[in-house]
């Protein structure tokens, strides 16, 4: 078995599993994202995380379409994708991602969505960051208009003064590291322990004093 054969098996292997966690779970919170942000931040709360490594857009609009919404009513859907696709236009990234958030608010229509905004990439200045920065206000434009969607920017704290992104942020100038992650967190942090909890799911859920510390409760991890 070759590469892309494993994968897309392991891929549909996930698939199937979230589909049945679908049948097995209430969740407040829905989360099509990576592991660490749920870690991070959500772990606390009754949430699913059905992000897989690499995933693209059209990746996660199929497996959405294919029952991996079936049987939930979640408060708050968090969805963020679209740095895979670095192979297409800004207008094309940004189109996909749209669509899932069309999908979530027709097929979740008491759900608030939560569109996490793409992050900068590159060491210096380069097209894929101008092209991710261009998907952003795309997006930032485009979701009110579907009423119950919006942008989360998580971006500002990475590029410095002199246009670099540090190592400690990201290894590689793309995957976070534990302190790019931490970074990350900041815009997010006070938004689940106030905003989300106060809106959308009974502070109870956190217990006292909204600690969003790391627990390990639920939800699932990409591999």
Request: with cysteine; glycine share 8%.
């Amino acid at each position: 078995m070759n590469y892309i054969t494993s994968s897309v098996v392991t891929r549909l292997l996930q698939h199937t599993r979230f589909v049945q966690e679908c049948k097995d779970a209430e969740p407040d919170v829905f989360l099509v994202s990576c592991p660490q942000v749920w870690r991070e931040l959500f772990s606390p709360l009754h949430a699913l995380n059905f992000g897989i490594a690499g995933d693209t857009t059209c990746n996660v609009l199929w497996r959405l379409q294919n029952g991996e919404l079936e049987n939930i009513c979640p408060k708050v859907v968090v969805l963020w994708v679209g740095t895979n696709n670095y192979e297409h236009t800004a207008e094309q990234v940004a189109g996909g991602i749209l669509a899932i958030a069309q999908l979530l608010t027709s097929r979740l229509p008491k759900a608030k969505i939560v569109v996490l905004g793409l992050l900068p990439r590159g060491e210096r200045p380069n097209p894929l960051r101008e092209k991710n920065t261009v998907v952003n206000g795309y997006l930032r434009s485009w979701l009110p208009r579907l009423g119950r969607a919006q942008l989360l920017d998580v971006s500002g704290d990475f590029v410095h003064s002199d246009g670099a992104i540090s190592l400690q942020d990201m290894f590689d100038f793309l995957h976070l590291t534990a302190t790019g992650y931490r970074t990350m967190a900041k815009p997010l942090r006070p938004w689940p322990s106030s905003t989300f909890i106060q809106r959308y799911v009974s502070p109870a859920a956190v217990g006292d004093g909204g600690d969003m510390s790391l627990v390990s409760r639920g939800g699932r991890a990409l591999s």
